[in-house]
T-cell receptor, first 111, second 114 residues
Framework: SQQGEEDPQALSIQEGENATMNCSYK?????LQWYRQNSGRGLVHLIL?????REKHSGRLRVTLDTSKKSSSLLITASRAADTASYFC???????????FGQGTRLTINP | NAGVTQTPKFQVLKTGQSMTLQCAQD?????MSWYRQDPGMGLRLIHY???????DQGEVPNGYNVSRSTTEDFPLRLLSAAPSQTSVYFC?????????????FGSGTRLTVV
């Protein structure tokens, strides 16, 4: 079964706006990761946040992690048409040797 | 540095046929894994390996077989293809040394079983 649930399932915004995606999970984790998938392509690693971190930045990406609520959010600022893709959160659970994915958020940036 | 290479990119099989999906990485990653991606289901783990000679089952292992004879290669075998195995298959690897790093994914194999 899926570890994470992502919200919303689909998001459509105008270019230049900010996009926020949320992820909830169920078990204790070592880290949480976000990936991007362009249509018909493989997944690309965006950012990893450890369980003892609360916020992390990478360029226009900002990730937060709240382990008490078992939730994370990904913020993309100043969105561009090239950001159109599906975004997945994935958890690396404590004691497990596997990455478990949520079902993803499909993001569309309208020019 | 090619990363993770999957072959073939597309394949059509008849029900009952067998085939092997190839995965190779040139990053000296100890950990390798196979996922399948179906619409509305996200990615589900089939099998994984933490090093040569060591494999383990993931969430959906039935109908699939793996082996890991070298660090570089992690082939996925479909023993007797079924229409339910129609999916996109991704191989992924990661560094298992000091520090936490993300996974590197291949570009996928799109498999159709008729």
């Amino acid at each position: 079964s899926q570890q994470g649930e992502e919200d919303p399932q689909a998001l459509s915004i105008q270019e230049g706006e900010n996009a926020t995606m949320n992820c909830s999970y169920k078990t204790s984790i070592n880290n949480l990761q976000w990936y991007r998938q362009n249509s018909g392509r493989g997944l690309v690693h965006l950012i990893l946040i450890r369980s003892n971190e609360r916020e992390k930045h990478s360029g226009r990406l900002r990730v937060t992690l709240d382990t008490s609520k078992k939730s994370s959010s990904l913020l993309i600022t100043a969105s561009r048409a090239a950001d159109t893709a599906s975004y997945f959160c994935a958890t690396d659970a404590t004691g497990a040797q596997k990455l478990v994915f949520g079902q993803g958020t499909r993001l569309t940036i309208n020019p | 540095n090619a990363g993770v290479t999957q072959t073939p990119k597309f394949q059509v099989l008849k029900t009952g046929q067998s085939m092997t999906l190839q995965c190779a990485q040139d990053m000296n990653h100890e950990y390798m894994s196979w996922y399948r991606q179906d619409p509305g289901m996200g990615l589900r783990l089939i099998h994984y390996s933490v090093g040569a000679g060591i494999t383990d089952q993931g969430e959906v292992p039935n109908g699939y077989n793996v082996s890991r004879s070298t660090t570089e290669d992690f082939p996925l075998r479909l023993l007797s293809a079924a229409p339910s195995q129609t999916s996109v298959y991704f191989c992924a690897s990661r560094y298992t040394g000091t520090g936490m790093l993300g996974y590197t994914f291949g570009s996928g194999t799109r498999l159709t079983v008729v």
